[in-house]
């Protein structure tokens, strides 16, 4: 029996922890390799309304589009931009945060490409990734700061572009950040800290909840803590641990109830699972890795259907909305 346990641990480069190895296990399937080899880390995905999957790679400041045929192309791309999170505007743009303080806007075509440069008290912003409310209002993350110094934080920038507003300062790197059904929690993947955040707001939408406004509520084992995550229409959150090839489900109450890995994790493969997506509508999740393997986009099927988005709202977009005149 000893020797039996000793092999199985040996055959996983990053076996599930203890805790969560009795978990229901989803296993994602391949749907799209972007490249074969190193040179793209893949980040922030997103749906448009034509059922078009768009990604990102900071390293190399582009921005590609796959259409639901699978044919690739390239949309945007500077290299002295960190292109990173992206959320799909109910107007049709595409927002992406970027890890070098810009938010830039642009059309699915590449057209029209805009910048914004928020900044809190005069400091530029590193900003990591981003969520919209049902008002149009998005919230970002600064992805700076350590446990020895954490200056990172959560923000809500204005409808209109001209407010920005801290949530939630002092933290070690936050990194993804997600929005509950009902509009009154975030989720937040703190990097440096290994931990998920839920942050409970006022109506607000700014304020904390001074009873539970931030709750750490779950801790990632390992030397690789959370990244991207997202939220299904139950409330469950999907947070992607990057350099283990999996993601941890938590229920609303921040509860383990399922593990979704991804094919060749046990022989290192794939490991930066960074960020996912919901095809709206539908229970497809859309995992973004990279890593030994190249580079790849996986799928799986969610407990339930994904959360609605901002994007996909009927009403026709406001005339203040966010960066419009």
Known sequence: ????????IRESAVPLPPELASLPVIEAEPWFQLDPGLGYFLEGPAFDREGNLFVTSPPTGTVFKITPQKQMSIIFSDKNVGVNGSAFHRD??????CLTGEILTINPNG????????????????????????????????FTGTVMDPTGGVFRVSSDAKTLQPVVLHLASPNGISLSPEGNLLWVGESSRNCVLRIALLNDGVTCSPVVGVLPVYYSVGCYGPDSNKVDSAGNLYQ??????????????????????????????SLRTTNLAFKPGTSEGYITTSGQGGAWIYTFKGLVEGLPLFSHQSDEADAHDMGKP
């Not at 029996?1 to 199985?8: F, P």
């Not at 992607?240 to 046990?266: E, H, K, S, Y």
């Open 111 to 142: 057209y029209k490409a805009t910048f914004m440069y928020p900044k809190y008290q005069g400091k530029s912003l590193t900003m990591n990734d981003l969520v919209f409310d049902p008002k149009g209002n998005v919230y970002i993350t600064d």
């Open 1 to 8: 029996m000893i020797k039996s346990n000793i092999r199985k």
């Open 92 to 97: 049709g743009r595409l927002f992406i945060v």
């Open 240 to 269: 992607c641990i990057t350099g283990q090839g999996r993601i941890i489900v938590l229920n609303a109450l921040g509860i383990p109830v399922a593990n979704v890995v991804v094919p060749g994790r046990n022989d290192g493969k």
